[in-house]
Antibody, heavy 120, light 109 residues
Framework: EVQLLESGGGLVQPGGSLRLSCAAS????????MSWVRQAPGKGLEWVST????????YYADSVKGRFTISRDNSKNTLYLQMSSLRAEDTAVYYC?????????????WGQGTLVTVSS | SYVLTQPPSVSVAPGQTARITCGGN??????VHWYQQKPGQAPVLVVY???DRPSGIPERFSGSNSGNTATLTVSRVEAGDEADYYC????????????FGTGTKVTVL
């Protein structure tokens, strides 16, 4: 059974930094691209970032480009999101999600999310 | 950047058919995926690549995509189908980026 477990969320002041982790199990982590998706309170889903299966290629939403860094450690089956220069509008539940594989760009498994609150 | 537009809400009686649209410029040329999200839960993939269903998703969920509109159809609607639904594509025409639709709240009357 695929499991994705996010951690690292919490309360942080504007301008601060936080690193999210996503521990993966139940599948061969190194053979799937992974993404972070967030959801502000009461709002819709927003794609944040994607990393290729070998960590060589990364993609970012314009809203986080230059402030967030996605990475993965295939030896630890873990996905990361390093967030810096945080703003109030970054407040959201952050989900890690696994790509379905093959040529599809869909996300077939999601974690339960970790809440990041940016506030003074 | 690419924009996907969904109606904010759709209401349907039990046993009837719900159709949720997702509008985008030439969306028919892209692969569209659909997610169901119930309150307090993570999203669940219900249709991918326009019309394929992941294992475990009932046949009542189907999708189509043509021209400027993709559609998720939920047949024989049940109370448990009440949720938010989001469409999603990968935009590789300008910046490689994921794009979600604005979301549709489906209410079962």
């Amino acid at each position: 059974e695929v499991q994705l477990l996010e951690s690292g969320g919490g309360l942080v002041q504007p301008g601060g930094s936080l690193r999210l982790s996503c521990a993966a199990s139940g599948f061969t982590f190194s053979t799937y691209a992974m993404s972070w998706v967030r959801q502000a309170p009461g709002k819709g889903l927003e794609w944040v970032s994607t990393v290729s299966l070998s960590d060589t290629t990364t993609y970012y939403a314009d809203s986080v480009k230059g402030r967030f860094t996605i990475s993965r450690d295939n030896s630890k089956n873990t996905l990361y999101l390093q967030m810096s220069s945080l703003r109030a509008e970054d407040t959201a539940v952050y989900y890690c999600a696994k790509w379905i594989g093959g040529s599809s760009t869909s996300l077939d498994n999601w974690g339960q999310g970790t809440l990041v609150t940016v506030s003074s | 950047s690419y924009v996907l537009t969904q109606p904010p809400s759709v209401s349907v009686a039990p046993g009837q058919t719900a159709r949720i649209t997702c509008g985008g410029n030439n969306i028919g040329r892209r692969s569209v995926h659909w997610y169901q999200q119930k309150p307090g839960q993570a999203p669940v993939l219900v249709v991918y690549d326009d019309s394929d269903r992941p294992s475990g998703i009932p046949e009542r969920f189907s999708g189509s995509n043509s021209g400027n509109t993709a559609t998720l159809t939920v047949s024989r609607v049940e109370a448990g189908d009440e949720a938010d639904y989001y469409c999603q594509v990968w935009d590789s025409t300008s910046d490689d980026a994921g794009v979600f639709g604005t979301g549709t709240k489906v209410t079962v009357l």
